[in-house]
């Protein structure tokens, strides 16, 4: 299984999905976890963190393999609808969705 952690594409967004601690967990339980270059240096955490932790770093021009090959997604804001078209079918993602509030993602994620 393959957990793809994105950089964040909401402005102003400075959060990560996950820290080295919860990367090295994932893991040791035999996921493969790659982590989007750059997506934890406004937390202040380097790929050098997420790598030490044993994932792999995307690089900017592999970033669409990597979002079509996760079988799960982290992310803390919801997915953007292209984001979402980039999700493989049947992936699954953990976020702040807020289904009530956002009806319209609810359906475009169930639809992918």
Same mark, same amino acid.
């Given at each position: 299984?393959? $957990?793809?952690?994105?950089?964040?594409?909401? #402005? &102003?967004?400075? @959060?990560?999905? =996950?820290?080295?601690?919860? !990367?090295? @967990?994932? !893991?040791?339980? &035999?996921?493969?976890?790659? !982590?989007?270059? &750059?997506?934890?240096? #406004?937390?202040?955490?380097?790929?050098? +963190?997420?790598?030490?932790?044993?994932?792999? *770093? $995307?690089? %900017?021009?592999?970033? #669409?393999?990597?979002?079509?090959?996760? %079988? *799960?997604?982290?992310? +803390? @804001?919801?997915?953007?609808?292209?984001?979402?078209? @980039?999700?493989?079918? &049947?992936?699954?993602?953990?976020?702040?969705?807020?289904? =009530?509030?956002?009806?319209?993602?609810?359906?475009?994620?169930?639809?992918?």
């Amino acid at each position: 299984m393959i $957990v793809f952690i994105p950089d964040e594409s909401a #402005a &102003g967004e400075t @959060r990560v999905a =996950a820290a080295s601690q919860s !990367v090295s @967990r994932l !893991v040791k339980l &035999g996921y493969t976890v790659q !982590v989007e270059s &750059g997506s934890g240096d #406004a937390a202040c955490l380097g790929d050098d +963190v997420f790598e030490k932790a044993g994932a792999r *770093i $995307v690089p %900017d021009h592999e970033t #669409a393999a990597a979002w079509a090959a996760a %079988d *799960i997604v982290l992310k +803390v @804001r919801p997915p953007s609808d292209e984001e979402i078209l @980039r999700m493989k079918r &049947g992936a699954t993602i953990a976020s702040f969705l807020w289904p =009530a509030q956002n009806s319209d993602l609810t359906q475009k994620l169930a639809e992918r």
